[in-house]
């Protein structure tokens, strides 16, 4: 064999490898990068009107729901990596934003999880309820998938739940928006880098044949991820038109 031919072939393997681990380490913590200028404009204007908290709640139940069902049917580690990133983004979003609510706040009146009144379902004052919250909701998937586990049906559905709340991620934004009629407040960085994100992590699920439900998921967060970009730009352009 000639030696050339396996010098290329070796460069090629070493190419190939470092290209795979840089796309997984992408997986990981790409997936927190757009919440980076959130997290920064909320600090900047001590206001969070314009971010749904909601989007925390439905990445947390969605990142919960998949390292069980990574339990179940072990796919890719880079995934259930990307999953425990992301839990931990969501906490610290949530951090900030129950400190933020609390020195603002006027009344003194707090809405804790103790008082189970559905109508301030997270939307607690303190962040030790959001904690407790997720962890009884952990304890019960690992009670329930300890019971279930050998039963594939059982399985699958948990994957199938996860990827339909990650589906679902833009969407508390997307109504927050409609319901402010404004995206004001809201990062328009952090939905650019959704997109990107999503684009980027749907192709690397059909590359790496991952189960069906994960690039169905995608495809369905890069449709949200357009419409809340036609927010930004008819909320902008209605404005203007307001003003002048």
């Known amino acids: 064999m000639d030696p050339e031919v396996t010098l290329q072939e ?13 796309a997984s380490c992408l997986m990981v913590f790409g997936g927190a990068l757009p919440y980076v200028p959130q997290y920064q404009e909320i600090q900047r204007n001590s206001n969070t009107e314009g971010f749904s908290t909601r989007v925390c709640l ?18 890719e580690v880079t995934l259930l990596l990307q999953s425990v990133v992301m839990i931990l983004t969501m906490f610290a979003m949530l951090h900030l934003c129950c400190t933020v609510q609390y020195t603002n706040r006027v009344s003194t009146k707090q809405h804790r999880l103790s008082d189970l009144d559905v109508r301030y379902f997270w939307k607690w004052s303190a962040f030790e309820d959001y904690l407790l919250f997720c ?45 402010n009629s404004s995206t004001r407040g809201m990062s328009v960085k952090m939905v650019l880098l959704w997109t990107a994100g999503d684009v980027f992590k749907t192709t690397y699920f059909v590359i790496n044949e991952s189960p069906s439900q994960f690039w169905v998921c995608g495809a369905v967060q890069i449709l949200i991820d357009v419409a809340i970009l036609l927010q930004v730009l008819f909320y902008n352009q209605d404005t203007r038109i307001k003003l002048g």
């Open 10 to 22: 070796e460069d090629v393997e070493v190419s190939w490898t470092l290209l795979s681990w840089l």
């Open 135 to 179: 962890f009884g909701f952990t304890v019960l998937c690992a009670v329930v998938t300890l019971l279930l586990l050998d039963s594939a049906m059982f399985v699958e559905t948990l994957g199938l739940l996860a990827v339909m709340f990650e589906a679902m991620l833009g969407l508390p934004q997307l109504l927050q928006n409609f319901h």
């Open 58 to 75: 439905v990445l947390l139940i969605a990142n919960i729901l998949r390292i069980f069902f990574w339990i179940g049917k072990q796919f």
